[in-house]
């Protein structure tokens, strides 16, 4: 009962609203969207255990960190400061709408791999939904900021380019743990950049 | 492992040369509050360095438990520094000894594994290849399990003829090590093909429901086929008709109630079950009470046909459950039992409080001591009444009223006993203790 109240919840903070008459404030969607992040923050590292725990040692040894593991269909959330600072409101956004669009498509994939990797593990694959959900709603919270600041949206692109299907046992245990992680790297950097925003634009 | 533009392949960067991290070992951080780059990448631009890839072979395997394994780790290398020379292997996060491994030529190291364990995990084994400096170069998952047994019995029922619900136990010893898929098959045994039950796991792990399209009058084969990596097997087949396993719901509205003053019954009312209410069969009901806080049910059995029964040797002033089940028993006139119901939910009544005293209680009379030392109006009124009808003397003696007490407290014992058998008394009337004619 409470798991169905969770999800109620969160769609309150997927969805911008759609017009309750007077449309809302730039400052509003960035609150929002701000709130989104912030829990998705909250959840991070319980998917990443529970998503390490199902694939087994040396994953889900306590500790675990492979930084040597990347995926280059994956932007990377980290940045200089300087850059980080020198970043333009459609630009800043912009980044973080292609990461959240990646990470939407990869969150997919890895949903797949699992559930042929754990067919027996609920938790795990009912977890990385609720992320991959999450993942719209940024981008869903993103696109509304954009609009409400006259910036212009991109289309949505195909980030994952070609799937290799015949990708090992092990390659997916790796591209799963890479995806998570570097969805926990964006929720951060989205945390930063939209503090920054209810910084410039309060309410 | 290969890395191609665009892909989403993981791939792995190492070093040639000197170790990227001069406290050597790998490094440890939280999973998000360091950035994901191994220090070595300048911000916002491709790698300065070359990397080199490896891979495992063979990628995947899948093996009985006890076999053996030979396994290469083979290095690519963009840069003449890919050598095999340092690398290691671990299993499940151990590091296997050093004398399982060899180096089969200078970008390839051999493995030799025997007498495999079952898999840790249903997801594989993880049999990795690290560089010298511990990072993940190469993986590939092991397998290692038993294909299944045959799975046995097989037991069904039918919840009001509409549906059907089969569970199953698994072969002998039930763990495989590998992910076991089972699936319920059945078919008309004269006629038609195979279906497979869709629905699982709705009454435990190794069960499942069909829940329409299901024929009276004819009988049905139903089998279940377990399949894993390493095999499959089937279990013997079952052959029934559904009528011959119909259960139903349990009773509903039950109502427990006092009878008038009687310290030691309670009756119980209920309603045969609705959705069988059109096809003729006679329902046979269990019913089952318990003492508050006891755990001890007493059943009375072969209640048939009947909507209320007397519970009768009850203890006085005290909180029962009753429960109350059904059997749709022969129905479309078939001689044969159905299956019993769930129980009812349970219902609670109280027997009304004893106004005598209980045997062994405190305001006990010891034998043969003064009457008025403590009978209780009631029972005086009783032995009154007994002795207007049954004495021969007029002569009120004490002794006759001790022997009296006695042969009440003894029938009161064989009374419970056969109580406690469980008979259902039809005659609704109120029962009334009767008294022998002679003492």
Known sequence: MSCQLAILCLLTLLLPPLSRGAPMSPAERITQAYNLALSMQENMSTLLQTYLQAQGSPFSDPGFSAPELQLSSLPPADISFKTWNALDDGERLSRVQGAFLALTQHLQLVGDDQRDLNPDNPILLAQLRDARLRAQGMLGNVAAIMTALGLPNPRAEDTLGLVPFGASAFERKCRGYIVIREYGHWTDRAVRDLALFKAKYPS | ?439
């Open chain 2, 1 to 439: 492992m290969p890395r191609a533009p665009g892909s989403s392949r993981p791939h792995a960067r190492g070093s040639p040369g000197p170790p990227p991290n001069p406290r050597g070992g790998r490094r440890r951080c939280c999973p998000y509050c360091c950035s994901a780059s191994s220090g070595r990448r300048k911000r916002d631009q491709e790698p300065v360095l070359a990397q080199y890839t490896a891979v495992i072979s063979p990628q995947d395997p899948t093996l009985l438990i006890g076999s053996s394994l030979q396994a290469t780790c083979s290095v690519h290398g963009d840069t003449p520094g890919a050598t095999a020379e340092g690398l290691y292997w671990t299993l499940n996060g151990r590091r296997l000894p050093p004398e399982l491994s060899r180096m089969l030529n200078a970008s390839t190291l051999a493995l030799a594994l025997a007498n495999l364990n079952g898999s840790r995990q249903q997801s594989g084994d993880n049999l990795v290849c690290h560089a010298r400096d511990g990072s993940i170069l190469a993986g590939s998952c092991l397998y290692v399990g038993l294909p299944p047994e045959k799975p046995f019995n097989i037991s069904c029922w039918s919840k009001n003829m509409k549906d059907l619900t089969c569970r199953w136990t698994p072969g002998a010893h039930g763990e495989t090590f590998l992910h076991t898929n089972y699936s319920l098959k059945y078919k008309l045994r004269w006629y038609g093909q195979d279906n497979t039950c869709e629905e699982y796991h709705t009454v435990g792990p190794h069960s499942c429901h069909i829940p329409k399209d299901l024929a009276l009058f004819t009988p049905y084969e139903i089998w279940v086929e377990a399949t894993n990596r390493l095999g499959s097997a089937r279990s013997d087949v079952l052959t029934l008709d559904i009528l011959d396993v119909v259960t139903t719901d349990p009773p509903p509205d039950v109502h427990v109630s006092r009878v008038g003053g009687l310290e030691d019954q309670l009756s119980v009312r209920w309603v045969s079950p609705p959705a069988l209410k059109d096809f003729l069969f006679q329902a046979k009901y269990q019913i089952r009470y318990r003492v508050e806080d006891s755990v001890d049910w007493k059943v009375v059995d072969d209640v048939s046909n009947q909507t209320s029964c007397r519970l009768a040797g009850l203890k006085p002033g005290t909180v029962y459950f009753v429960q109350v089940r059904c059997n749709p028993f022969g129905i479309y006139g078939s001689k044969k039992a159905g299956i019993w119901s769930e129980w009812s939910h349970p219902t609670a009544a109280s027997t009304p409080r004893s106004e005598r005293p209980g045997p062994g209680g405190g305001a006990c009379e010891p034998r043969g001591s003064e009457p008025s030392s403590g009978p209780v109006r009631r029972e005086l009124k009783q032995f009154l009444g007994w002795l207007k009808k049954h004495a021969y003397c007029s002569n009120l003696s004490f002794r006759l009223y001790d022997q009296w007490r006695a042969w009440m407290q003894k029938s009161h014992k064989t009374r419970n006993q056969h109580r406690t058998r469980g008979s259902c008394p039809r005659a609704e009337g109120a029962r009334r203790e009767v008294l022998p004619d002679k003492l």
